[in-house]
C-alpha cells in the first residue's frame, strides 16, 4: 500500500466533505434552499446497508437526470436538504426517526444516513423527501442483540452484474423473497466499454459508455446507468445489504496499488481513489468504509446473536500480484507456494484471525470474494491453477484452515463469487488427498447477468468436477438462497434459463446441507438429475 502522505496529497479533503454530509442539514440550509426539479430526483432507488441491532444505513442519490454525460446526474452545483423518515409501518403512520441530511455536489448529492436507537430483529420502513418529491418506500431489518438466541436466519448472495449482458431478471424474484439480508460479494459495476458488440440489452446509450471506466465522472456515470435497472432498485428496497467489491469496480484482474493495463503506480492510485469514492458514494456503505485516497476499508464484521458471525473480506485491495500468466502450471506454479505472498494483507489477515479466535457464534462465516477451493485445472497427471483465486495463495488459505483447527471454530462456512458459475465444495485439510479431513465448506454464487445466458454446462465444467471436493458447477445464472438454523445450513442454488430477454422463470438448481458439528456438504436436490430420471 501507498505511504499515508500520498493518499492525503492526492484526496485529503475528501474525509471532511464525507464528514459533513454525515452531519444533520441545518435550518438555515433547509430554509433558504427549496429545489425544485424538472424529473423525479430519486430515479436511482433507496437502499439500505450494514444492519446493527440499533440501526443500519440509509441510502439515496439525487439525480433527475441519471445518465446527463457530466455525470452530475442532472443536479445543480450546491448542496441540497433531504428529509427522511424511518417508520413501524409502510403507510408512515407511526414514524419513529425523522431528520434532515445534506446531499453534497462534492458527493454526486448521494446520501447516507446511519441510524442509532433502533429496535433489534425489527422491520422498518424509510423513505426520503426534497422539494416537492416523495422517494420509493425501502424496507429494511436491524440485526438481533449481539447476545440473542437465533431461531432461524434466511439470506441471499449475489454477484457480478454485468448491466450490458442482459436484465437482471434474477432480482425480480430475490425481492419476493422473505429475507433478513442479501450478500453482495463483488462486481457491481465493469469498468469495460460498452458498444453493440457486447450490449445484450435493446437499449441506445450515449457515447460515452462506449470507453473503459477510468475517471471519477465516468464511474459515477456506469454506477448510475447499472442503477437505473428496476430490478435491483426492488432488491435494495426490499432488504438491507451487505456489501463488498471484487475487481471490476476499478478494474479487471487488479492486485492492490498493480494496474493490469499498463498505468504506472501514481495514475493507477488515482484511478483506484476515484473508483472507491463512487463506490461509496453508489452504496449504502457507513462512514468507517469512508475512502481515504485510494484507500477503503471494506472488511468488516457483522453478528447475528448467538447463532452466525460474519466476516466480511476485502481481497483485492492488499493482495499481491502475480509475476507471469493467470493460469499457471510447472515452474511458474511455484510462486504461489511463497510463503509471503498474502491475499488479506497482515493487517487484515490479524483481524481476521482475532475475530475466529474470539467467536463464540454456532455459524463462523467468511463472506468475500474469489474461491478458496483448490481447484486443479489439470486433471491429469499435470497441476494448473488460477493464480486470481485463493490457488495463488497457498500459504494464506493455509494459515485460515489452521486458524479454523487452532480456535477449534465451530462450522465455518465460506461464501464466494466472481467466476459466473455456482459451485460448491468441501475445505480439505489437504486438498491433494480424498481422504483428508473435511475442514469448512464452501458455496459460491453465479452472476446475476455476467456472460449472458450461460448454460447447465460448459468447457470448465468436467474438469471442475473432476476435483473429488467440488460438488457442484453450474453455468446458469442466479442467485444463492441460505436458510440457516442452530442444527442445520441449507443452501439453495437458483438458476434462469436466459436473461437476454425479460419474463424469466426461476428454479432451485441443487441444494445442499450442512449439519451443526459435521463438516462437509449433503446434497439434497439436484434438479438435472430429476431431468434425466423424467427423461429416462
Known sequence: MMNNNFSKGMKGSLKTVIKKGLKPA??????????????NPFQLGVASGDPHPDGVVLWTRLAPEPLAENSCGGMPDYQIPVEW???????????????FAVALPE??????VELEGLEPSRYYYYRFKTGSYVSPVGRTKTAPAADADISSLSFAMASCQAWYHGYFTAYKHMAAEDLDFVFFLGD?????????????????????????VVTLDQYRLRYSLFKTDPDLQAAHAA????????DHEVENNYADEDSQYGASERQFLLQRADAYQAHYENLPLRSISAPEGPDMRLYRNLRYGNLAEFNVLDTRQYRDDYSSSVIVSGPEAEERLDPERTILGEEQEQWLMNNLQHSNATWNVLAQQVVMAQVDRDPGIGEEYSMDMWDGFVCSRDRIFSAFKEYQITNPVVLSGDIHRHAAANLK???????????????VVTSIASDSDGSETDHLGPIWLANEHVKLYNAQRGYVRCHVTPDQWRTDHLVLPYI????????TYASFIVENGQPGLQEVNKLVSAKSNTNG
Request: negative net charge.
Open 26 to 39: 441545518s435550518n438555515e440550509l433547509i430554509r433558504s434552499v427549496v429545489p425544485v426539479f424538472n424529473n
Open 85 to 99: 423518515e424511518v417508520a413501524e409501518d409502510q403507510n408512515f403512520q407511526l414514524v419513529v426517526k425523522q431528520g
Open 107 to 112: 458527493l454526486a448529492h448521494s446520501v447516507h
Open 188 to 212: 457491481y459495476i465493469y469498468e469495460y466499454a460498452i458498444n453493440t458488440s457486447n450490449l445484450m440489452r435493446p437499449v441506445e446509450l450515449s457515447n460515452a459508455h462506449n470507453t473503459k
Open 239 to 246: 432488504f438491507p445489504w451487505i456489501i463488498t467489491w471484487d
Open 429 to 443: 485439510e489437504d486438498f491433494n488427498n480424498p481422504c483428508s479431513e473435511t475442514i469448512a465448506s464452501e458455496f
Open 500 to 507: 437476454t430477454r425479460k419474463g424469466a422463470p426461476i428454479e
